[in-house]
């Protein structure tokens, strides 16, 4: 087998990690904002309030700036797969390439299609060819991470496939099947609702400090009211999408389950931790408690995941397996796997040497043991477990930052149904930070669904160590340090032109 660089692998998924981190600051408020200024522009043409428009083409503004960088990371995150993966691009590009080559064909060709009219054409076409330009673009955004969604929904539950010895790549077999994936439906309800609620902070934080600096008092108050009802209700379709997406990582990655949870060993009728202090010392299969501090709420972990009192695995389980609940441990695993590598390398010599009897019985002795195939690259069973403290913390600092966000949202629409809102200043400095409380809820929640699935590109088929493409750990180095300068650059780039912008403000002409 080919020895693995793992500094080279770590450099790489570093310089993917930092890509998508980068990419996912501006794309939640691309998913969201798009939506909000298509309200506004709603309001504008049923009410011809000119203040409306005014408060339309300033949102629509900071949608531009924010879109504009959005694009430049998201075509970088794209090309990564070519440069550091490129051996995943190779196993699984007929499948994987397919969701983001609609994306790019079909929505982002309608965004771009009515862009321009939508931030052009105020003048130039109708009021309602205008507004059906705006809601495109809203649309199209959505669909663009529908498509993107699809193709990591695969990556975490690989369905509608099957693998071609001759060539060793993954094919699609069923194209709907990847599509009406269940892990995909609830990845894309659960970050497109987030990003409708990460939109709604955007506004209500710029609109809190209008408030406090009593300038734009009358438009700060307006986007502030339709703001605090969409992110509302975006709120609650957050936790109810977030409950399917736990639900649907307890069925094909349990792993991930285990590891938010800190559970080691598995029970029915299994707790939730509320808040806890992990023990840094605990590891797979030792004895000590795996939790310093911890507050549980009983038996919601198991209805959370089984949607009843049912047994819940825990890591050891899941690791070094658990024959009274039939669970198969990543022990026994990496030893079928093993056996599928060797009988797929079989085979590919027999069919080279002209043996077709050996290759038939090969190919057999492969099918029978191809379901752990990705096992067989592993060295030793612990290699399944994630990073327990990352992924522990992480899902619990988004659960917490937003658990605050509703609250937040009713008091705004409280007090603006009372006309109090400008009065409150405690509720507008709560506000100026909800933003930053979203974007700690956002990243959370993406760590959790990255880190989760460690140490896997493709869920159980293909570990990230085989993933990579065959470059020097230095080449890799070089990259990761200049994408930090670019993506640090134009982060300060789109903070310096939105707040010249939010300095303007709503003003007449606009």
């Known amino acids: 087998m080919t020895t693995i660089d793992f500094a080279m692998v770590d450099w790489s ?7 998508a981190m980068y990419h996912w600051l501006f794309v939640p408020l691309t998913l969201g904002l798009s939506f909000l200024c298509a309200f506004y522009e709603s309001l504008y043409v049923r009410t011809s309030d000119e203040k409306w428009k005014r408060i339309t083409r300033f949102w629509m503004t900071l949608f531009g700036i924010n879109f504009a960088i959005g694009v430049a990371t998201g075509l970088i995150l794209e090309f ?3 440069t550091n993966w490129s051996n995943y691009s190779w196993m699984v590009g007929d499948i994987f390439g397919a969701p983001l080559a609609i994306e790019g064909i079909v929505a982002f060709f309608l965004e771009a299609t009515f862009f321009a009219v939508m931030f052009f054409g105020w003048d130039r076409v109708s009021k309602r060819f205008h507004l059906f330009s705006t809601w495109m673009v809203a649309i199209g955004s959505n669909l663009s991470a529908l498509w993107i969604l699809v193709a990591n929904g695969w990556m975490q539950n690989p369905i509608g496939m099957t693998f071609n010895p001759d060539s060793a790549r993954f094919e699609m077999s069923n194209f709907m099947e990847v599509l009406s994936n269940p892990v995909a439906i609830s990845k894309f309800t659960h970050a497109s609702t ?7 902070l955007f506004v209500i934080t710029i609109s809190s400090f209008y408030l406090i600096k009593k300038r734009h008092i009358d438009m700060a108050k307006k986007s502030i ?8 209700i975006s709120s609650g379709m957050v936790a109810l999408t977030g409950d399917e997406a736990a639900y649907e990582a307890a069925q094909v990655q349990p792993m991930k389950l285990a590891a938010f949870e800190g559970l080691y060993k598995g029970e029915a009728n299994a707790p939730l931790v509320a808040l806890g202090v992990l023990n840094p010392s605990k590891k797979p299969g030792d004895d000590q408690d795996p939790f310093l501090f911890s507050l549980k709420i009983p038996g919601l972990l198991s209805l959370l995941a089984n949607r009843d009192s049912s047994f819940v695995p825990g890591i050891d389980d899941l690791v070094y397996g658990n024959s009274s609940e039939g669970i198969v441990g990543a022990n026994e695993k990496i030893e079928i796997g ?3 590598i060797n009988a797929l390398a079989d085979y590919k010599s027999a069919r080279k040497s002209g043996d077709v009897e050996k290759a038939e019985l090969a190919l057999a002795d492969f099918r029978e043991n191809e379901k752990y ?3 067989g690259y592993l060295d030793k069973p612990e290699d399944t477990v994630p990073p327990v403290w990352l992924s522990f913390y992480a899902f619990h600092v988004m659960v917490f930052a937003g658990t605050l966000l509703p609250i937040m949202f009713l008091l705004f629409i409280f007090y603006t149904m009372k006309d109090k809102v400008a009065e409150k200043k405690w509720l507008l400095n709560f506000g100026v930070i909800g933003l930053f409380i979203g974007f700690l809820a956002s990243q959370a929640g993406w760590i959790v669904a990255e880190v989760g699935r460690q140490p896997w590109a493709i869920n159980e088929f293909l570990p990230v160590g085989v993933a990579t493409s065959n470059l020097s750990t230095g080449n890799v180095q070089i990259t990761f340090f200049m994408f930090l300068i670019l993506f640090t650059a134009l982060l300060i780039a789109e903070v310096k032109i939105m707040l010249k912008q939010i300095k303007i403000g709503f003003e007449e002409g606009h």
């Open 13 to 19: 998924r570093a310089q993917f990690a930092l890509t």
């Open 80 to 82: 990564e797969f070519g």
């Open 225 to 232: 009211a339709v703001a605090a009802i969409f992110g509302l």
């Open 373 to 375: 195939m990705g096992f």
């Open 338 to 340: 093993k056996n599928a």
């Open 194 to 200: 987030s990003g409708f609620l990460y939109a709604s």
